[in-house]
C-alpha cells in the first residue's frame, strides 16, 4: 500500500507557472505507474497526465500538452508536475493517483489503486 500527499499548489495569474509535488510513502514507490488527475468546480474529473513506473513513457491530454510535464524521482519517493503558461481553465483541485498496472500508461482513473488528498490550483484572469 501507498499513501500520498500532494503539495505546491495555489492562485497564480494566467501565463504563470506552479509544480505541484506528491510524496508517497513506502518502498514500492518505483513499482508503481504515477498520474495526476483534477476536477474543476461542477465538473467531472478528467487525467492530466502519468508516467510509467520506470520513468521512460508519459502520457498527457489534450488541453494540457506542452505546458505541463510530469516527472518522478523514485530516490526521494516523489512525483511532479510542472505546470507552465496556466491558463484559467486549469483552476480545479489536482489529485496524484498510484497504479499497479506495470504495461502501458493508464488513462483512466479506474485503473488507479491509491489517491491523495488533492491540492487546489487557482489561476486568476
Known amino acids: 500500500q501507498v499513501q500520498l500527499l500532494e503539495s505546491g499548489g495555489g492562485l497564480v495569474q494566467a501565463g504563470g507557472s506552479l509544480r505541484l509535488s506528491c510524496a508517497a510513502s513506502?518502498?514500492?514507490?518505483?513499482?508503481?505507474?504515477m498520474g495526476w488527475f483534477r476536477r474543476a468546480p461542477g465538473k467531472e474529473r478528467e487525467f492530466v497526465a502519468a508516467?510509467?513506473?520506470?520513468?521512460?513513457?508519459?502520457r498527457y491530454a489534450d488541453s494540457v500538452k506542452g505546458r505541463f510535464t510530469i516527472s518522478r524521482d523514485n530516490a526521494k519517493n516523489t512525483l511532479y508536475l510542472q505546470m507552465n503558461s496556466l491558463k484559467p481553465e486549469d483552476t480545479a483541485v489536482y489529485y496524484c493517483a498510484a497504479a499497479r498496472i506495470r504495461i502501458g500508461v493508464p488513462l483512466g482513473a479506474a485503473n488507479y489503486d491509491y489517491w491523495g488528498q488533492g491540492t487546489q490550483v487557482t489561476v486568476s484572469s
Open positions: 508516467i510509467k513506473w520506470s520513468g521512460d513513457s508519459t
Open positions: 513506502g518502498r514500492t514507490f518505483s513499482s508503481y505507474t
